[in-house]
């Protein structure tokens, strides 16, 4: 979608989100943990994944606020997580360490409830270790 403009962009090792200004998060690059959170285009020279070469609505009814990408030398560079509209945090893409708080471990192309459920976040920061 290259209609899309962003209010900001979070970009990781290979993939990137940003945050549109009708408050969907968008996400393109590199789609082997479900980081994208879309169904992968097929790319050259990528043999795992697929990739998304443009920006690719994230799925679900979510509008976020606030979102962040973890970047090189993260140990799970493929997750992002987002602050809603009502303070609450979601997370999609790798959650290999359990990054996203709730309890299990698997990747989502979906944005899952992280963290507590009810618990309600001013800002966010993703480190290079959870």
Do not use: M
Request: glycine share 16%; aromatic share 8%; hydrophobic share 30%.
């Amino acid at each position: 979608n290259t209609s899309v403009r962003f209010l900001s962009i979070s970009v990781g090792r290979a993939h990137s989100c940003g945050l549109g200004t009708d408050s969907i998060a968008y996400c393109w690059g590199a789609n082997d943990a479900n980081q994208v959170g879309s169904g992968p285009d097929t790319c050259p020279g990528v043999s795992y994944g697929g990739c998304a070469r443009s920006p690719t609505p994230v799925p679900g009814a979510s509008r976020f606020r606030a979102l962040q990408t973890t970047g090189l030398g993260a140990l799970a560079d493929e997750t992002t997580c987002g602050i809603t509209r009502t303070d609450d945090l979601f997370c999609w893409g790798s959650n290999r360490y359990g990054q996203f708080g709730d309890g299990v471990t698997g990747s989502s192309s979906n944005p899952v409830t992280a963290a507590a459920p009810g618990l309600k976040l001013a800002s966010l920061e993703l480190g290079a270790q959870f």
